[in-house]
C-alpha cells in the first residue's frame, strides 16, 4: 500500500525562528510560555510569534498563507467515527474502522469469501468507513488552526479546533473509543490488523501538538477538556504500548515499527509517562543501527518497489522521534551507530535524488516524486547538518496548499 508522505515541516513558520533560536540572546521572547508541544520545539513558536509581531514581512507572508490554510478549515467538520453506517465486525460505531483498499469480494463464491488481493486497484467498499480519511481531516485541521489562533490570537480558530478535537475524542455520543482494534480490515480474514495502527502513527502527533498549544489558554478550550483529551491520551496509550495488536506493531522491524513506537514515545511525553517514554527514546537509538548503514542507506526500504518514497517515509518518523527525544534529554541527531550510523548520513543518502531528480536515484521507484525528501531535508538542514543545508535551495517544493 501508498502511504502519502507526512509533513514535517507543515509550515515555513515551523522553520521561520531558526535565525533568532541560533542567536546566543532571545531577548524577550523567552518571558513567553512556549507551548508543551511534542515535536514542535515550542520556543521556536515563541520565537516566531515575536518576529511576526515586530513586522517581518517574510514571515507575514507565511502566516497568510496557514491563515488561508485555516480560513478553509472552519467551514468544515468536526467529524466522528459515529457517522459511519454500521460498526466493524466485532466491534462498535464508537472503534474507529477501515478497510484493506485493495482486498476485493471472491468472484466465485456466494458470499465473496475469502476476499482476494488486486494489487493497487482500489475497491470502493472501503468509503463505508469514512473513518480514516476523517481521520486525516482532523489530523490536518487542528494543526493548522491552532496555530492559525497561536499567531494571530483570533478565537474563531481555537473554537472550531476544539469543537472538531471534543467531538472526535470526548463527547459522549460521538467519541472514538482510545484502540485501533478494527483498522484495515480484510473482510471474511480478520476484524482489524496490528499494520492498521499507521493509520494513526503516521500523524496522530499532529493533534498532540495542536492541544498542546490550545493548552496555553486557548478561548473554547477549558481545563476541563484538557484534563478529559489527557485521560483518553493515557488509555490510548496503554492500548498502544501494551494490546496485542500494539506489541505487534511495535516489533516490527521496518517503517512500521518506527512509527509504531515514535507514536508511543510522543504520548508517553505528552501524558507525563517519563520512564516509559526515556526508554522509547533510547530504543530509537536500535532502529538507527538496525535499520541504517554506515553510508546513509536503508536496505529494507530500498528493496521495495517505491524505495524512494518509502526510503523518506521512515527517514521521517526517525527525525520526528528525534525531535520527540530532544525533550527527554536524548540526542539522536548527534548519536552514531557502530559502524557510523547517522540520521545526517541517511538524509545526505537521498540528496542526489532530492535536488537531481529520479537520474539520481539508482534503485526500484515505480512513481519518482522528487518533493518526497523536502521535509526531511529541511529538518535536517535546520539541525545543523551542512550538505542538506546547501541542498535546501536546490529543493523542490511539495505540490501541495
Ligand atoms: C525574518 O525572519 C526570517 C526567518 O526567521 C529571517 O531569515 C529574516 O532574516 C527575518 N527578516 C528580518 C528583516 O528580520
Ligand atoms: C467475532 O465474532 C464472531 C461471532 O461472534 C466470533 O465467532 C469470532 O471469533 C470473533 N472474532 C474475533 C477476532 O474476535
Ligand atoms: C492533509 O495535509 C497534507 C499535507 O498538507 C495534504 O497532502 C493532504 O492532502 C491533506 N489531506 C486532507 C484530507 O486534508
Ligand atoms: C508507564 O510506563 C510503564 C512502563 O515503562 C508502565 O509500567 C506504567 O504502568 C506506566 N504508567 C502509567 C501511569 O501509565
Ligand atoms: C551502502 O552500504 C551497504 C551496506 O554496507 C551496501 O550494501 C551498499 O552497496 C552501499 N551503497 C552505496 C551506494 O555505497
Given at each position: 500500500m501508498i502511504l502519502a508522505m507526512h509533513v514535517l515541516y507543515t509550515h515555513l513558520l515551523l522553520l521561520a525562528a531558526k535565525s533568532v533560536a541560533a542567536l546566543p540572546n532571545h531577548g524577550d521572547s523567552h518571558s513567553a510560555k512556549a507551548p508543551d508541544t511534542v515535536v514542535i520545539d515550542g520556543h521556536r513558536l515563541v520565537d516566531a510569534k515575536a518576529q511576526l509581531n515586530r513586522g517581518n514581512d517574510s514571515l507575514k507572508a507565511s502566516l497568510d498563507h496557514l491563515v488561508g490554510q485555516a480560513d478553509s478549515w472552519l467551514s468544515q467538520g468536526p467529524w466522528t467515527v459515529t457517522s459511519k453506517a454500521n460498526a466493524p465486525p466485532n466491534g462498535t460505531i464508537h472503534d474507529y474502522a477501515s478497510q484493506a483498499p485493495y482486498w476485493w469480494p471472491n468472484p466465485n463464491s456466494a458470499d465473496g469469501c475469502p476476499y482476494i488481493n488486486k494489487d493497487g486497484v482500489r475497491n470502493p467498499e472501503v468509503d463505508n468507513y469514512p473513518d480514516k480519511i476523517d481521520s486525516i481531516k482532523l489530523f490536518n485541521s487542528t494543526y493548522v488552526l491552532s496555530l492559525a489562533w497561536y499567531y494571530t490570537g483570533n478565537p474563531k480558530y481555537s473554537y472550531h479546533a476544539a469543537d472538531i478535537i471534543r467531538t472526535w475524542f470526548l463527547n459522549p455520543e460521538t467519541a472514538m473509543n482510545p484502540n485501533l482494534d478494527h483498522a484495515q480490515i480484510i473482510p471474511c480474514a480478520n476484524t482489524g490488523r496490528s499494520i492498521g495502527i499507521i493509520d494513526f502513527s503516521q500523524d496522530y502527533t499532529e493533534v498532540i501538538d495542536a492541544v498542546a498549544i490550545l493548552n496555553t489558554g486557548a478561548p473554547g478550550w477549558s481545563k476541563t477538556d484538557a484534563a478529559a483529551f489527557h485521560e483518553w491520551n493515557k488509555r490510548f496509550l496503554i492500548w498502544l504500548a501494551y494490546s496485542p495488536f500494539g506489541v505487534e506493531e511495535s516489533s516490527a522491524t521496518n517503517n512500521h515499527g518506527t512509527f509504531a513506537n515514535m507514536q508511543i514515545t510522543a504520548l508517553a511525553l505528552f501524558t507525563g509517562n517519563h520512564s516509559l517514554a526515556l526508554s522509547k527514546a533510547n530504543l530509537a537509538k536500535d532502529f538507527i543501527d538496525n535499520q541504517i548503514t554506515s553510508n546513509g542507506s536503508q536496505p529494507q526500504e530500498l528493496a521495495r518497489t517505491r524505495s524512494f518514497h518509502y526510503s523518506n517515509f521512515d527517514l521521517t518518523a526517525h527525525l520526528r522521534w528525534a525531535l520527540i527525544a530532544r525533550k527527554l534529554g536524548v540526542d539522536l541527531f548527534k548519536?552514531?551507530?557502530?559502524?557510523?550510523?547517522?540520521?545526517?548520513?541517511?538524509?545526505?543518502?537521498?540528496?542526489?535524488?532530492?535536488?537531481?531528480?529520479?537520474?539520481?536515484?539508482?534503485?526500484?521507484?515505480?512513481?519518482?516524486?522528487?518533493?518526497?525528501?523536502?521535509?526531511?531535508?529541511?529538518?535536517?538542514?535546520?539541525?545543523?547538518?551542512?550538505?542538506?543545508?546547501?541542498?535546501?535551495?536546490?529543493?523542490?517544493?511539495?505540490?501541495?496548499?
Open positions: 548519536y552514531e551507530g557502530p559502524q557510523g550510523q547517522t540520521l545526517f548520513k541517511a538524509v545526505n543518502f537521498l540528496v542526489p535524488a532530492a535536488t537531481g531528480g529520479a537520474s539520481d536515484w539508482a534503485y526500484p521507484e515505480l512513481q519518482f516524486t522528487q518533493y518526497a525528501a523536502t521535509d526531511n531535508i529541511h529538518a535536517a538542514a535546520q539541525e545543523g547538518d551542512l550538505t542538506a543545508e546547501g541542498a535546501v535551495k536546490k529543493l523542490q517544493p511539495p505540490s501541495r496548499e
